[in-house]
């Protein structure tokens, strides 16, 4: 377990973009069972590709027009229970962290993990994420 202290500001950082943490199993299975339209969950990590590439990612490719219904994030390292939970949700895919899934109406369409998110720029990561957003999210 991560020092909460030293991971609040990468909490705060998704917050601060409209993201939903989920810190428990319930809230993952509440989350994840009654959102409707588009769900993007991301695995949040202390990592430096976490910080460097994907959470800069995500919020660039957020300021686009077409973006998912809901966003959901887990913090791995952090909140054990939520983070399994919500790796239940993924399957067929080891986990890994950060890693960023896709959900439409409750079925997972695009998935991105670490070793998609290493050694790519935030632009890189952000536009995976667009390309993502514009094939299963509708213009909200």
């Not at 077409?66 to 993924?90: C, H, M």
């Not at 890994?96 to 998935?111: I, N, Y």
């Not at 632009?123 to 909200?140: D, P, T, W, Y």
């Amino acid at each position: 377990m991560y020092d909460p202290t030293m991971v609040q500001p990468m909490r705060e950082e998704l917050i601060s973009i409209g993201f939903k943490e989920l810190k428990t199993a319930a809230e993952v299975d509440d989350a994840m069972q009654t959102a409707k339209g588009t769900s993007f969950l991301f695995v949040n990590s202390v990592c430096g590709c976490a910080a460097g590439q994907a959470r800069p990612g995500i919020a660039l490719a957020l300021t686009s027009d077409i973006k998912p219904d809901n966003l959901f994030t887990v913090f791995a390292g952090q909140d054990a229970e939520a983070t399994a939970q919500a790796r239940s949700y993924i399957l067929g895919i080891p986990p890994s962290s950060p890693a960023m899934a896709l959900f439409k109406d409750g079925e997972l369409v695009t998935m991105i993990e670490r070793h998609q998110i290493e050694n790519n720029s935030a632009e890189q990561v952000a536009g995976r994420l667009m390309e993502a957003f514009k094939a299963h999210c509708s213009n909200n």
